[in-house]
Every structure is written in structure tokens, then in C-alpha cells.
């Protein structure tokens, strides 16, 4: 992480912490962790094709899949994220 690129803004409802990666960094990040004390984080995914993939492969085939079942499953394209929305294409 890049400190004089990184911020954090706090309002009464809400607070947003911006963070910067360092020059040799490269890539997405697929996760983040939270929370008030460090033995007690959350972990959070960004919305990626890959975690998206993971998250509907397990919601479809929650326990070790055949591969019939596998070879069923759908295919899914993220094709657009912003702030407001996301777009997915399932075929």
C-alpha cells in the first residue's frame, strides 16, 4: 500500500477507506478483511468474474459436484461493474 494515496473519509453513517497499491504491486485484489480487532476479521471479495464464478459454482453445487453435474453448470461473464450496478451474462 501506497500511504499518500491511501484515504479514509468518516461520516455519520458511513465511512469509505481508499487504498492506493505500492509501484511494484500488480493485479486485482480478489479480498479484503475487516473489523475492530485483528483476531476477529471479516473477509469481503471484490466482484470479479472469477469470484463470481466461485460464489454461483458453489451456490449451484454446494458439496463436491460429479462431473456431469459440472459440466452443467452455466457460464458466467461479469460484462460491467459500477458503483450503482453489475452486469452478468449467465448462458
Not at 461520516?11 to 475492530?36: E, I, M, Q, R, Y
Request: charged share 20%; with cysteine; glycine share 8%.
Amino acid at each position: 500500500l501506497v500511504s499518500p494515496e491511501s484515504s479514509v473519509s468518516v461520516s455519520a453513517h458511513n465511512a469509505v477507506v481508499g487504498l492506493a497499491k505500492g509501484p511494484g504491486s500488480t493485479g486485482l485484489w480478489d479480498k479484503f478483511s475487516f473489523g475492530l480487532d485483528p483476531s476477529a476479521l471479516q473477509e469481503r471479495l471484490f466482484v470479479s468474474e472469477e469470484n463470481v464464478d466461485g460464489f454461483l459454482g458453489t451456490a449451484f453445487c454446494p458439496s463436491p459436484c460429479s462431473q456431469s453435474a459440472q459440466e452443467r453448470q452455466p457460464l458466467i461473464e461479469v460484462l460491467d461493474v459500477t458503483e450503482d450496478r453489475i452486469q452478468i451474462r449467465v448462458e
